[in-house]
């Protein structure tokens, strides 16, 4: 399935794996990219050494194009990691959470294309005119830090806001390819997928938090500032209740990510082997589509099955409508 994304990433099908932090490393990655996708590690959560010897297993395993996401808003120096990941051969920078403003040059003069994750028009708009190659409208229904606005209003006002200027790609609940049909109705040019690619095999999780996705529903989840202290979409748990009851007690990102630690609820970028994990408090990010995920499926049988299923989706329209 070919689109603009597809051409400008170098990749086969219109699928990106999101750049999930805890979650997002580099088995899933190189599986995504193998099976023609584009895999982003989520490195937000990784120390600097421990995003180098991912990007390196990423080409352990696969010659194809991957991406890094890093977090904008967290403290510290962005410019070594841009760095490091240019040297590692990276493709794609993927700033989360605010617009890189300081390293949109350096990427350029390097090669790397750079990625906005944008929840509202007007950081599309800055993000673009910051230099920005491409942007993610990502909806409320996200799992992870997320924004306000549903996806279905924001991919299309996103693409007419910028989408003469680069491609926007849709995010937030897609879970399958009717959702990547419907992205490319409204405009995208592609799917940045989360939630669904944690339930797969590749994919790396703390214990419980596969199986929560299966045993979730739609209504499973919740909008909390309980574990970053900004707003987050989590499987809802009694730790999530317990600041929604007391939102005096929380602190400001980052301070609060501490206070979740320190609490035993936030273990992200842990895995299989974490312990103490109490599964009715731990931090378990999710979108509204965890409800639709009831197996795992292998990350590269999910991306071929995304393209198959939007194109008889779309097929489907053609037949079911006559002009
Ligand atoms: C476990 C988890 C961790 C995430 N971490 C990040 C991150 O570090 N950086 C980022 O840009 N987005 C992050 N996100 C948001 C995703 O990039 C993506 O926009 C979102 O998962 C898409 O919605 P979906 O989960 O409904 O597919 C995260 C999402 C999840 C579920």
Same mark, same amino acid.
């Given at each position: ?6 051409? +400008? ?11 999930? &932090? ?18 982003? *590690?989520?490195?937000?959560? +990784?120390?600097?050494?421990? +995003? ?18 890093? *977090? ?23 700033? /989360? ?8 040059? +350096?990427?350029?003069?390097?090669? =790397? *294309? =750079? ?11 800055? %993000?673009?005119?910051? &230099? ?13 830090? #997320? ?7 924001? =991919?299309?006002?996103?693409?007419? %806001? ?25 405009? %995208? ?5 989360? $939630? ?24 499973? $989840?919740?909008? $909390? ?14 730790? #999530? ?18 206070? %979740? #630690? ?28 965890? /409800? ?7 990350? &590269? ?12 989706? *779309? ?9």
């Amino acid at each position: 399935m070919r689109t603009p994304l597809t051409d +400008m990433l170098g990749i086969e099908h219109p699928v990106m794996l999101a750049g999930m &932090g805890g979650v997002s490393y580099s088995a899933l990655v190189a599986a995504v990219s193998e099976a023609g996708g584009f895999g982003c *590690l989520g490195a937000s959560t +990784m120390p600097h050494d421990q +995003m180098v010897e991912e990007m390196r297993a990423v080409r352990r395993i696969t010659d194809r194009p991957f991406g890094v996401d890093l *977090l904008t808003a967290m403290p510290g120096d962005m410019t070594p990691r841009v760095q490091a990941l240019i040297d590692e051969g990276a493709s794609v920078f993927v700033a /989360g959470l605010g617009v890189p403003t300081e390293v949109v040059r +350096m990427c350029h003069e390097n090669g =790397v *294309l =750079v990625v906005s994750m944008c929840g509202k028009v007007s950081h599309a708009i800055r %993000a673009v005119d910051a &230099g920005c190659d491409l942007v993610v409208a990502q909806g409320t229904e996200a799992g992870g830090h #997320t924004g306000q606005v549903a996806t279905l209003p924001l =991919v299309p006002q996103m693409v007419d %806001a910028v989408g003469t200027r680069v491609p926007v790609v849709a995010a937030g609940g897609i879970f399958d390819g009717r959702g990547l049909a419907a992205a490319l109705c409204l405009g %995208a040019v592609g799917v940045w997928v989360g $939630t669904r690619f944690i339930a797969t095999p590749e994919a790396r999780a703390v214990p419980g938090y596969k199986e929560r996705l299966i045993a979730t529903g739609e209504d499973g $989840t919740v909008v $909390t500032r309980a574990y970053t202290g900004k707003t987050l979409r989590a499987v809802r748990n009694s730790y #999530t209740d317990q600041f929604e009851r007391h939102p005096e007690n929380l602190q400001p990102f980052p301070a609060q990510v501490l206070q %979740a #630690t320190s609490d035993g609820a936030f273990h992200l970028g842990g895995d299989e082997s974490t312990p103490d994990i109490d599964i009715e408090r731990e931090c378990y990010p999710a979108g509204q589509g965890t /409800g639709a995920i009831k197996d795992l499926i292998p990350a &590269g049988d999910l991306v071929r099955r995304f393209v198959e299923e939007a194109e008889s989706a *779309l097929a489907r329209v053609r037949g079911a409508i006559r002009l």
